[in-house]
């Protein structure tokens, strides 16, 4: 059990376009979830928490009107990166959580931006 | 700021034998630790936890140790085997025992050798 989706897994867009990851949690109901962004050689790091009906959290350094979040059933978290620039090219990785002793990763969403 | 640390960006081990990785903290309020394992193309998978109130927690091949004097722990896979082979991140958090809001290390490649 306790597995977790992200769609898609690679995209490439041009400049200015938003892009949106989904995050799923296939096989439990997540309260929370978590936004990380890895750049290469760093480790993960994290964006944003976000509670099913509320809305995120953001950490410091992170613009969440560039990062939308909308995280609207236990099942469903979506990230939004809007007006995408090169430097937003990144890998993207959402978790989820059903207790409060682990997160459980998805897979991760390479995004390129050009 | 790098409050997660691992030192060691690879590690080669031969199979049978013991592998340690190893991770430094700098934030002292950190009370929870995880060890995840990564392979290529997939999210972190959850491994082995740790709460500041203990000093060891073993869970099959796998020890996890904390020296909190020292800012320290480790992780030791006894006896490593060639799947072992993946990217090791230790994690840790202060949200009072509980896997909110994770800092992450760098990671270590261990590559466990036939």
């Known amino acids: 059990g306790a597995v977790v989706s992200q769609h898609p897994s690679r995209v490439i867009c041009k400049s200015g376009t938003s892009v949106k990851i989904e995050c799923r949690s296939l096989d439990f109901q997540a309260t929370t979830m978590f936004w990380y962004r890895q750049f290469p050689k760093q480790s993960l790091m994290l964006m944003a928490t976000?509670?099913?009906?509320?809305?995120?959290?953001?950490e410091q350094g992170v613009e969440k009107d560039k990062f939308l979040i909308n995280h609207a059933s236990l099942t469903l978290s979506t990230l939004t990166v809007t007006s995408a620039h090169p430097e937003d090219s990144s890998f993207y990785i959402c978790s989820a959580s059903r207790d409060p002793e682990t997160q459980y990763f998805g897979p991760g969403t390479r995004l390129l931006v050009l | 700021d790098q409050q997660v640390k691992q030192n060691s960006p690879s590690l080669s081990v031969q199979e049978g034998r013991i592998s340690i990785l190893n991770c430094d903290y700098t934030?002292?309020?950190?009370?929870?630790f995880l060890w995840y394992k990564k392979y290529p193309a997939e999210g972190p998978t959850f491994l082995i936890s740790i709460s500041s109130i203990k000093d060891k927690n073993e869970d099959g091949r796998f020890t996890v140790f904390l020296n909190k004097s020292a800012k320290h722990l480790s992780l030791h896979i006894v006896p490593s085997q060639p799947g072992d082979s993946a990217v090791y991140f230790c994690?840790?958090?202060?949200?009072?025992?509980?896997?909110?809001?994770?800092?992450f290390g760098t990671g270590t490649r261990l590559q466990v050798t036939l």
């Open positions: 934030n002292s309020m950190f009370d929870y």
């Open positions: 994690a840790a958090s202060d949200s009072t025992g509980t896997a909110s809001k994770l800092t």
């Open positions: 976000s509670n099913e009906g509320s809305k995120a959290t953001y």
